[in-house]
Every structure is written in C-alpha cells, then in structure tokens.
C-alpha cells in the first residue's frame, strides 16, 4: 500500500560500457522506493550529462534519452519527496559545474541539520535552487577551504548529521557514502570489470552483478581507474539501521544490513504468531506489504493461509475517479476480497504497519463485509507513535494514530474484533539480536531519536 511518503532509491555503475542503460535498469528494480521522479547521470570522461523527469522510470526513458546518456559510469536517483517540494527542480541527481569540475549527486535520506547550515550558508551569500537538503552538501564542498576534493568533501560531510547513502559522480570516477549511524543501506556488487553500488541488492539481481558487501557505516568508497579506496573520516558512531527497512520499504528479495529481508520478515511472522492468543481460520494477509509476515505467521500457528484479499497492480497515479453517481470507490479500487474464501470465517488479516489507521479500516470493514464472522488485526510490527526524521515521510506525530490512541482506541477505530501488534522486544529478537544489544534505530516506536533534529 502506498499512501505516507517515503525514501528514496539510488545507484551508480563504474567501468561499463552500458552504464547509464545499467543504472536505468537497477533504477527500475529501485522503484518501490521512490515513484514521483528519477534521474540518471553520466559521464564520457570530459563531461556530465542529466537526464530527470517526474514519473516512473519506465515512463521517463525511452532507448533516445539513454542514448543520450553515453560514457562507462553513471548514477541514477529516484525520488519520493521527503524534504522539499515535489517538483522537478527537486528530481535528482543534482549536477554541478564549481571549482572541482563537474559534480552529480544523488542521495537517499534525511539531514536533521540542514536548515540550520542553509540558513548559515544563505546568510554568507549561497544562493539555493532548489529545497532539497542535497544542495547543502554541494555548497559546503564548493566553500571548504581545504586545497582538494577530496578534503573538501570529508570536510562538508563532516558537517552534516543524519541519514545519507550517497552516490557522486565526477568526470572521472564513482564515489559511494554511507553516514557513520548506517542508517539507510548502501550495497556494493560486481559485474565483471564493472562496480555497482546500489540501495538494494535486488538491483544487482537484475543485472546479474554480484553482491559483494555493504558499504560500510561511515565509508566512502572512490572507484576509478586505479580500482578501489576506501576512507573512513568520520568519528565512530553507534549503529542505527532503519528497522522499517526490514519491516515494509525494502524488497523481500533484497539482503539489507547484511541480513536477507524476506527471513526477517517472515520471522517478524512467526513471532506475532508466537504472540498471538485469538483462534482463527483463515489468515490473509494486505496485499503486497502484509504478505511475507502472514505466510510466517500461518506457518507457526498452523492457521491456514489464503489470498483472501486480491490487488489490482495496475492502479496508477493517472486513475480518475468518475465523479457523480459512481464515485467512492474507496479502497476497491485497489484490493477487493475473495468472498467465497471469507464468509463465514473467524479471519486474521495481517499488514506491516498502522501509520493513519485509514488503510486498515477500509480493510476491516471490507473483510467484514465480505461475509466474515471476525476480524481481527495483526500487525508485524510495534505501535508507530513518533514521525521519523531520517529519511521517511511519515505523517506528524497528530496524525500517526498510535501516537494518542490506546490499542482498544484503535480498534474501535478500524471496527476490527481485536488488534495486536508485534512486540518491540519480539520484533527484535526475529532479527537474531536482543533488546539490549542491536544496531537498529528504532525511534518511530520509541521516540528515542539517535540525532535529534536542529
Ligand atoms: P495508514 O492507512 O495511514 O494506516 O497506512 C498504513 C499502510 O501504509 C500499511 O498498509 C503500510 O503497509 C503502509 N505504509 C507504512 N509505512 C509506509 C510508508 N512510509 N510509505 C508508504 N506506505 C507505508
Ligand atoms: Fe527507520 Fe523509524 Fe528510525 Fe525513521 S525513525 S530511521 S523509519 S526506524
């Protein structure tokens, strides 16, 4: 389900002849992190050449824009606004022309200090083209008074805090960054001669790269035609992984942190049913985001599995709802359930998360209205009561239902018989660590922010 906004997916190919075609498709592998715009940058070796647009990447390119893009390296972006307007002046990469030559950039996550340091950089003269936390990276290089890129770039990433997995783009090489914290991931995988950096490994899986390894908390990786280096010029921090990258953005089939997604979250399955006290006889789960979780939770507590709820993929951002008579199609237009398999039944539904609680209502009273007897609730993961500054879109802390409802408020709300969510210590323990020792960030369930926002 796709209704808060969310971040964002990147990638880069160094040494290829087919660079930008292999971005675009490691783009495409990208999507579900980010659907308003995409961008892909490369270079001949002399110079940089943009191509971005609002849309989906498969809209965006046609086989005329990527022959525009030629040279063996290359970066790719694609957005879903998280700081700045949605507009076209915000689709990355961002490309420059300063001092150091030309500079694309593209990056996944949030500053929490970057309108304190554009206020600083506007007050000192810098003139902004866009709202996106990105150009303050740009402008900290340019002003640095350190003699080369290099150091001028550890020392602008010096002075930001927060989450960034990055991918720069000069005429010469492909630079990878990842923030010290590890929050948003960053993976680094071969194609013969040809590197690839990725947000997700499941891109690498398109174009038959192989996963190497993680970018590392507080790496940045140089690749060019010597080969690889790798610095570390930041100070050692505490891991904080984004465990919603586990729980709902990334792709099952993707290993993330090191860990294959889809047996975390199949064991975040396992452990609410682990946790479950309500019988039942069927368990469906919210198409797509509830499904790997639901197949955990049937197979541990033995309660049947069905796809008792069907969704129509090809709902677009172009539907127009007909106004009038036929109008409020509500959720149908996108899920509709399989009558025959509910009515009459005590049914389970399971999704990810409850953000609003509009999603889950519309489901309840979907499912009960096909015919079932209960319905009850179950959420793969704990209570979502603080917005995450990192990265993810999440509504205000107001409009998050769990942040000033009780777990029988909520249920009122969604109309189900019963709600349970996953456990925070359950949830961790599926990941294989513990309450007391795990490298997660896990603030949108604690309100325990690793970086508070300045
Ligand atoms: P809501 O209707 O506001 O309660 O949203 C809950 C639904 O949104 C669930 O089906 C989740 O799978 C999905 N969801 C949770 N987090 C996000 C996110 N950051 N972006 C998009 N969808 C999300
Ligand atoms: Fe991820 Fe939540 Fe932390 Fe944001 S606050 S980085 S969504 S765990």
Same mark, same amino acid.
């Not at 389900?1 to 906004?5: F, S, Y």
């Not at 996963?211 to 993680?214: A, F, G, K, Q, S």
């Given at each position: 389900?796709?209704?808060?906004?969310e971040?964002?997916?990147?990638?880069?190919?160094?040494?290829?002849?087919?660079?930008?075609?292999?971005?675009?498709?490691?783009?495409?592998?990208?999507?579900?992190?980010?659907?308003?715009?995409?961008?892909?940058?490369?270079?001949?070796?002399?110079?940089?050449?943009?191509?971005?647009?609002?849309?989906?990447?498969?809209?965006i390119?046609?086989?005329?824009?990527?022959?525009?893009?030629?040279?063996?390296?290359?970066?790719?972006?694609?957005r879903?606004?998280?700081?700045?307007?949605?507009?076209?002046?915000?689709?990355?990469?961002?490309?420059?022309?300063?001092?150091?030559?030309?500079?694309a950039?593209?990056?996944?996550?949030?500053?929490?200090?970057?309108?304190l340091?554009?206020?600083?950089?506007?007050?000192?003269?810098?003139?902004?083209?866009?709202?996106?936390?990105?150009?303050?990276?740009?402008?900290?290089?340019?002003?640095?008074?350190?003699?080369?890129?290099?150091?001028?770039?550890? +020392?602008?990433?010096?002075?930001?805090?927060?989450? %960034? #997995?990055?991918?720069?783009?000069?005429?010469? =090489? !492909?630079?990878? /960054? $990842?923030?010290?914290?590890?929050?948003?991931?960053?993976?680094l995988?071969?194609?013969?001669?040809?590197?690839?950096?990725?947000?997700?490994?499941?891109?690498?899986?398109?174009?038959?790269?192989k996963?190497?390894?993680?970018i590392?908390?507080?790496?940045?990786?140089?690749?060019?035609?010597k080969?690889?280096?790798?610095?570390?010029?930041?100070?050692?921090?505490?891991?904080r992984?984004?465990?919603?990258?586990?729980?709902?953005?990334?792709?099952?089939?993707?290993?993330?942190?090191?860990?294959?997604?889809y047996?975390?979250?199949?064991?975040?399955?396992?452990?609410?049913?682990?946790?479950?006290?309500?019988?039942?006889?069927?368990?469906?789960?919210?198409? +797509?985001?509830?499904?790997?979780?639901?197949?955990? %939770? #049937?197979?541990?507590?033995?309660?049947?599995? =069905? !796809?008792?709820? /069907? $969704?129509?993929?090809?709902?677009?951002?172009?539907?127009?709802?007909?106004?009038?008579?036929?109008?409020?199609?509500?959720?149908?237009?996108?899920?509709?359930?399989?009558?025959?398999?509910?009515?009459?039944?005590?049914?389970?539904?399971?999704?990810?998360?409850?953000v609003?609680?509009?999603?889950?209502?519309?489901?309840?009273?979907?499912?009960?209205?096909?015919?079932?007897?209960?319905?009850?609730?179950?959420?793969?993961?704990?209570?979502?009561?603080?917005?995450?500054?990192?990265?993810?879109?999440?509504?205000?802390?107001?409009?998050?239902?769990?942040?000033?409802?009780t777990?029988?408020?909520?249920?009122?709300?969604?109309?189900?018989?019963?709600?349970?969510?996953?456990?925070?210590?359950?949830?961790?323990?599926?990941?294989?660590?513990?309450?007391?020792?795990?490298?997660?960030?896990?603030?949108?369930?604690?309100?325990?922010?690793?970086?508070?926002?300045?």
């Open positions: 389900m796709w209704n808060v906004k971040k964002c997916g990147i990638a880069g190919v160094y040494g290829h002849p087919e660079a930008a075609n292999l971005v675009y498709l490691c783009l495409y592998a990208l999507q579900h992190r980010g659907q308003e715009s995409a961008g892909i940058a490369s270079t001949n070796g002399t110079e940089i050449h943009i191509e971005k647009e609002m849309g989906l990447v498969a809209e390119f046609n086989e005329e824009r990527l022959k525009k893009l030629k040279g063996e390296a290359a970066i790719g972006h694609n879903y606004s998280t700081t700045g307007e949605s507009s076209l002046k915000n689709a990355q990469p961002l490309v420059v022309n300063f001092k150091y030559g030309n500079l950039i593209a990056h996944n996550g949030n500053l929490v200090n970057a309108h340091l554009r206020r600083v950089l506007e007050e000192e003269g810098s003139i902004f083209q866009s709202t996106m936390d990105t150009e303050v990276i740009v402008h900290l290089i340019a002003k640095s008074k350190c003699k080369s890129f290099k150091d001028s770039l550890i +020392d602008a990433l010096k002075q930001i805090r927060g989450a %960034f #997995s990055m991918v720069l783009l000069r005429e010469k =090489e !492909l630079i990878g /960054i $990842r923030d010290p914290w590890g929050i948003r991931p960053l993976a995988g071969r194609l013969k001669d040809a590197y690839v950096i990725a947000s997700e490994t499941c891109a690498f899986d398109l174009i038959d790269a996963y190497e390894r993680d590392k908390p507080g790496e940045i990786i140089k690749i060019d035609e080969g690889v280096e790798s610095w570390f010029p930041f100070d050692e921090q505490p891991l992984h984004c465990i919603f990258e586990y729980i709902y953005f990334s792709r099952p089939d993707s290993i993330v942190f090191g860990k294959e997604v047996n975390i979250r199949f064991r975040f399955g396992v452990q609410l049913a682990k946790e479950n006290e309500i019988e039942a006889d069927l368990v469906i789960p919210v198409p +797509d985001s509830g499904i790997v979780a639901a197949l955990g %939770f #049937s197979r541990e507590s033995g309660i049947p599995f =069905e !796809l008792g709820i /069907i $969704r129509n993929h090809y709902v677009g951002r172009t539907f127009i709802e007909p106004t009038e008579s036929i109008r409020h199609f509500g959720v149908k237009i996108k899920l509709n359930p399989v009558k025959e398999l509910i009515k009459g039944k005590r049914v389970i539904v399971i999704d990810d998360s409850i609003r609680g509009t999603t889950s209502r519309k489901i309840v009273k979907m499912v009960r209205a096909a015919g079932a007897k209960e319905v009850h609730m179950k959420i793969s993961s704990p209570p979502i009561t603080h917005p995450c500054f990192y990265g993810i879109d999440t509504p205000t802390r107001r409009e998050l239902i769990a942040s000033s409802h777990i029988e408020e909520i249920r009122k709300y969604i109309t189900a018989d019963s709600v349970q969510y996953l456990s925070l210590e359950g949830m961790i323990k599926a990941t294989g660590y513990t309450l007391e020792s795990h490298p997660f960030c896990l603030a949108c369930f604690t309100g325990k922010y690793p970086l508070k926002f300045q």
